[in-house]
């Protein structure tokens, strides 16, 4: 009972410092997402120009929402009702934002089954066409021989 | 003359239309009147450079005379702008810009038309596409965006230069862009037609070859330049914004650079005759698809001073470009068979297919994020913003996978590579890569401390597989040569360069793109810090400090200026002394930063004059440690020595020309080589 004890003790006296560190990443990563609204074009952990109007009050904020919520998602649905929709500046990652993480990747996904189709279209080709279908001209013939020429030792 | 001017505009759209149109009715009728209607085109497509030169000389005239009667003109200039700006007048608005594309246009159609006994009927077709894209440009310019609007008032000075583009980059930035840009209506204009004609072979390919490395490298210097003017002019310590008007000129960039691979799956084994018909439609839809983003404000950009309401007429355009291409791909499908197939996925082919994927993939990944924003507004009602974080995520790995196949894919044979020569071949880069990444770590590339860490460990290590790759091909033929011509290593290297331009040329832009790459990866270690500075203040960053010294104020007629002469020491070591700049326009109101730069093959001190604290009158300055910044330069020169090499002809080449005639079956007995021209699609 006493060991158990202990072990709570200790956990309690570790999540603290554990939340903190938490909370510090996200505020890294939540301030990596969040641009500064004064004009200076930069993100908002990077605005540090003297006299800004607005990083201060929105780092504050920032600190804020970190501390009061867990979920991402709401800190920056915040930032978008306080600030504007163009304040944050990477697409969330649930509902329709999530299309544009997945776009890339479905294209490159789209792209890697198509050239699945190409290459074994290709490989099962029951023979080669015949050099004879393919009338080519003699000097087409000597440019095709320099080009292989210039891409091989 | 503005009356002038608008007169060559109307000739000049009057002159291609003609050439467009009788081009049709030639390439329809395959007779000798079907053949002089062709050749009167020709000629007035000629003609047609003429006058739209004409226009663009009237423009800068009145610029150069401060021709305040003209809109363009006061909008775009005034009395106490240094010439050289005046003169770039011409491209840095709206309606400058359209005349100064159709010029180049002209420009390039002229090339095409002068050259033509290269392919009389080829260049026949080729003249009537480019004369219908001549045709589109020359419709906007002259009743969309018409650069001769007349004032009703004549004012005594004009609004100035947006002073961002009053810098010596941005005299040759757009440029630069544009000839990339329209460079890319040939080689499409060159596809299209042969494809209409069902042209045998891949002549258009290597009557196009020089013209597309030549725009290729065009848009790639155009790209740098704009990036390094976003470097020294906008003040934010980068280069690359992600902006959807950088996006856009990386669009051609990444599938013109895709085109330039597969091209030689097509010449050297009859391979991807589909792929690249279409890669080259898409390249030139994709620089449409930049200057729509540019010109219609759909998208937010930096570059809103070039925004407008033509936007329709792109789109419309482009509806015109994908329809033309999609019937003439139907109609002649059959023609593009592939001659040969994949033999091996161990294969050089097989990595050009990985190249052109990722090239793709990469360029997809572009247009979605940029086009995102307005997905959103049309299913949502709001823009939802995808900015620099976005893209960093997602091109990033595609970034790294893309420099590990420039790695690995010049090891690979054509047709087939054992596993025995792969090993061979690749056993010492990888070691010298592997030891690279080693020595890496205990010097501060953590990979495991963060993701950004991570990255750039990963752009070290397979950038120096890509240098030793590169460097073992030199050797190893290096030394072939070296024995056989009975010369010294490095003999025989620049022996093997001069007997193989384009494959060795193609080496050198490898490596110029892995010290791009470089440059690009010390980004994970930028420092940046910002005070304010009364005099005898110090600023420390990294192992520099900087003293305030002295501040000054100037004023000329154009812009007055404040400055910071800030004394700086390494290692408490005085080195140099950098002057960061505010300037203030008059004309304009509006003011920009000239930054101050101490920069080494290590790192830059980059240091702007950020603006005056109010309160106490004492400048505030920023400072800011960009590691290896320089080498993303370098590359990009080594970029262009190694095109320029590809483009020169072989040492063998220019003892023996072989001389370019057209194939069997396309072309009559008078000969595609000869003096006589046939019309567009005729037959014997």
Redesign the interface.
Known sequence: MKRAVQLLILSLALAGPLTAADNNARYENLGGKIMCTCGCGQMLLKCNHVGCPNSAKMISQLHAQVAATDNDDEVLNFFRREWGITTVVEPGHHGFELIAWILPFAGLALGVALLAIVVHRWRNRPQEAKASEVKLDPHLETLRARARQETEI | MPLLGDFCLLFGLALAAYCFVVGIIAFSRKDEAGYRLAESGRRAGIASFFAVTGAALVLVWAALNNDFSIAYILEHTNRALPIPYKLAALWSGQEGSLLFWSWLLAGYALVVRVRHKVDTRLVATTSMVLAGIQVFFLLLVNFAANPFGIMSRVATDGNGLNPLLQYPEMVIHPPMLYLGYVGFSVPFAFALAALMMRY????WI?ITRRWTMVTWLFLTCGISLGAHWAYAVLG?GGYW?WDPVENASLLPWLSGTAFLHSV?MQ??R??MKVWNVWLIFVTFMLSILGTLLTRSGIV?S?HAFAQSSIGAWFYGFLMVILIVCVVAFIKNRSHL??????ES?VSRE?SF??NN?VL??AC??VL??TL?PI??EW??G?????????FN??MLP?GLFLIFLTAVGPLLA?RNTSLGSLKKNFAIPAALSLIVGIILIPLGTKPWQSIAYLYSWLAFVFSTLVIATVASEFI??GR?LQSKLNTNLFGGMYH?TRR????YGGYIVHFGVVLACIGIAGQAFNQ?K???MGQGDKLTIAQYTLVGHEYTEDDNANYGSRAALLDVYKDGKYITQLTPEHRQFKASMQGTTIVADYSTLKEDLYVIY??Q??DTGHP?I?AFINPLVNWLWIGVLVVVLGTGMALVP?AA?LKSP????????AVDSAGAGGASMRPAGARK
């Open positions: 045998p072979g891949e002549k290597h934010w914004g030689m010449e050297k009859g391979m937010q930096v068979k592939s001659e040969n197939k994949l996925l097989s297919l990985f994927l793709l993939a997809f990944a979605s994020g995102f997905l959103s299913v949502r709001y823009k939802i913003t995808v900015g620099a974080p976005f995520k997602v595609i054509w190893r033929g072939v093997l193989n331009m384009r494959r940046e910002e005070q304010e950020e603006g604290n109010p505030i920023k072989n080449q072989v001389t370019v005639t057209a194939a069997v079956g």
